[in-house]
């Protein structure tokens, strides 16, 4: 790949004369849908699948941008006194959006840089491309500058940039994935100080396979900032009866108690799935920690059947995928994952059943829906590294 990359950046920009080659992973959340702005808990995983990078620093202030996944646009050039976001900029306002983020943190580049990008996450699935390119660049700045900086604050820069530059209101789950992920493990974050301890995913006979809804994303951003507003609406009715911080400091119980506090039927689905699904997320942990796989299975079920019903967050698509995934002997749990309206579902499915998993699923959703779905076998690897 680095040679790919190198020779790649040779051609584009004239010569790779100290070029650096570096990789960041992409995400699957294998449980904790919509908790992560709701101060709940969220388990996701880095895979060895993301976006490799080709970078050099300049002596001027320009900045030239390539992606060998977008090749019909060439060279995007800017420069550093051009770090606004604007429609036309298209990709690189993730890597801009990272740079004005540092500078923002008192971090100014003092010199631009050439940027090759090449991504191997399945296009626009939901499996964080974005928030790969984010870490990444961070990760390229802080080796170029020396800047001092840890992973977790590549997150949380990340997280700034996108909520900041490309104004979508996301958590800090797929930042935090990226730059902490760990091999062969799954990460579990307390989403409300970010506390965390690795988890490690030994699935004895069993893979984590995800499936592609390829439904393309229309509403979904909109949509996503929707159901933060409700769920901070639903918080605010909450805390006129409950001295709360946010729903994921309450339990089922708690919340059953006071539910009529929150004075729309909608937002109370909408609390109720933060709430039940924070719960599901710690069960499913301690579940894993007694090797339980068959109990984390059911519990990824009904996270999916909360985000159906209660969060409605997940469309024809991606329940086409699960309940037929559900069908299938040797499919231990299955559950849409990432922000929902489209992108993936993650399964975990025993060895010797994830092929007629692939060709089960596929056909009925083939049949169903009009297109195909695609589908990965993943492994779960390390964050962000220098090749
Ligand atoms: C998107 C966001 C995350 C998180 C998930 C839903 O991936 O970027 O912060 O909210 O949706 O769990």
Known sequence: MKDILLKKFAQVFGDA??????????????????????????????????????????????????????????????????????????????????????????????????????GNIPNGSGLSSSASVEVLTGYILRDFFGYEVENQDLALIGQYSENHFNMVNCGIMDQFAIAMGKKDCAIFLDTADLSFEYAPIALKGAKIVIASSNKKRGLGDSKYNERRSECETALA??????????????????????????????????AKHAVYENRRTIRA???????????FGRLMNASHVSLRDDYEVT????????????????????????????????????????DDFIKQVGKAYEAKIGYA????VVEIGDGPAEL
């Not at 805390?239 to 909608?266: N, W």
């Open 17 to 118: 004369e100290g070029a650096k080659v570096y990789f960041a992973p992409g995400r699957v959340n294998l449980i904790g849908e919509h908790t992560d702005y709701n101060g709940g808990h969220v388990f996701p995983c880095a895979l060895t699948i993301g976006t490799y990078g080709a970078a050099r620093k300049r002596t001027d202030n320009k900045l030239r941008f390539y992606s060998m996944n977008f090749e019909k646009l060439g060279v995007i050039e800017s420069s550093l006194e051009e770090l606004t976001p604007s429609k036309g900029a298209g990709w690189t306002n993730y890597p801009k959006g990272v740079m004005w983020a540092f500078g923002e943190r008192g971090m100014k580049m003092s010199q631009g840089m050439d940027l090759l990008l090449l």
């Open 237 to 270: 009715e909450l805390q006129q009866e409950v001295e709360i911080s946010s729903l994921g400091d309450l339990d089922e119980e708690t919340f059953e108690k006071h539910k009529e506090a929150i004075h729309s039927d909608v937002r109370r689905k909408r």
């Open 285 to 295: 942990v301690e579940a894993l920690k007694r090797n339980d796989v068959e109990e």
């Open 315 to 354: 469309g024809m698509e991606l329940d086409t995928l699960v309940e037929e995934a559900w069908k299938i002997p040797g499919v231990i749990g299955s559950r849409m994952t990432g922000a929902g309206f489209g992108g993936c579902t993650v399964s975990i499915v025993k060895d010797d059943s994830i």
């Open 373 to 376: 779905a695609d589908f990965y």
